[in-house]
């Protein structure tokens, strides 16, 4: 007997990558879908903002090759990867004379890549080798899993882990990936991300990825033109300020459209209080989970220069030593991406509550004197202008066993997308990243219209 699909509406809540993610599945699957987004626009906390007359992101991200579902969706949209992203093999660099270390992976088969790379890095010595190679094994061993959570500066005591590898390695890791100190960072979700990249079996899911085009053009907007295309409406500057459950299943948004399910894709903290809005006692352990996330920020710091200043490196890893002033953890060369930013540099400061707390002028001077030190490029001191950029809740605080709700909020037809929600499977849990959102919005897709959580790949 054929297969004949039902079409139903749904109403997707935020045009974040959650949202688009959400949505664009929906539309696949012939569904009538309507986003409403709050904004002008689309992408969330990982979107384009325009300062200085220059199109900038309100922050700079790096991606691990382990991002498939993103990767997926971006083909699906009509978008070529190759032209938006740039692949880089795993590396770890820092400026020479820095006191970092120099561990860039070859293009090998996986995982001999890893090995080659640590046998040729510079600024490790053959004790702090040998204790990555320990650590490596062990995890393979476990499978990368951790039932019993920990934080990961525990785990990498545990795992007789040198001063040096934790300063230069596992420290900028696991602030880039979970953007949470080692020390209150949980290392089963931190495991999960070596997982996926490390220790993939793949020599691909290793490499970084740093997106060329601003990031709303990268996947949202072209999200919206898929939706579109397959009859849907993407409705911007709309703020949902209500849910209404209806008798017959059905839920009414804002008092006006009546869908046959909502994915709710805010922000945790503004899904918590549209779920309050309901008074359904149902809710409340969803509500409860989401309210007790602790906020983590992430600045970057966009430095112009004159057109000609070009760094070796598209990137660099950065010492951060507060103590010196020295805040910047990472700092890209935007012009190496993109021809027309020629001469603009971007610091990004993870777990950055500390350093946005020196105000925008002292905390921009401070990041300037870093680079030309640590660069050894005096001219570095005194850039044309500068732009910060904190987001103050860019993810929730990934500390170990915190309780993440899932895609299902408990209420038929009212699911929740977003990079706070848990897998079934908490091995498969993901901190916050673009992967996460976009993982969590296909998974809400599924269960809205079968019940079933999708599988995570």
Known sequence: MADIRVKQRYAIIGAGWAGCAAAMELARAGHAVTVYEAARTLGGRARRVERENTVLDNGQHI?????????RLIKLAGQDPDELILTLPLQMRYPAGSGGMDFIAPRLPAPLHLVWALLRATGLLRADKLALMRFSTAMRTMGWQLYNDCTVSELLQRFDQTDTLCRLMWHPLCLAALNTPPERASARVFLNVLRDSLGASRRRASDMLVPKADLSSVLPDAAARYVEQHGGEIRTGAKVAALQALPDGRWQVDHGD?????????????????????????????????QAFTPEAISTCYLQYDASVRLDLPFYALVDTPASRHWGQFVFDRGQLDSKQAGLLAVVISASGPAAEQGHGPLAQAIAAQLAQVLQRPELAQPVWTQ?????????????????????????????AGDYTANDDRTQDYPATIEAAVRSGVAAAKVVTTGKAAKQT
Request: aromatic fraction near 4%; charge should be negative; include cysteine.
């Open 63 to 71: 991606l691990l090759g382990a991002y498939t579902e993103t990767l």
């Open 258 to 290: 009546i869908f046959d399910g909502v994915i709710v894709a805010t922000s945790s903290g503004q899904a918590a209080g549209l779920l309050q809005g309901l008074q359904d006692a149902r809710l409340d352990d969803v509500i409860n989970r989401m």
């Open 388 to 416: 910060l950029i904190t987001e103050k809740r860019a993810t929730f605080a990934c500390t170990p066993d915190l309780l993440r709700p899932g895609n299902a909020s408990g209420v038929p037809g009212l699911l929740l």
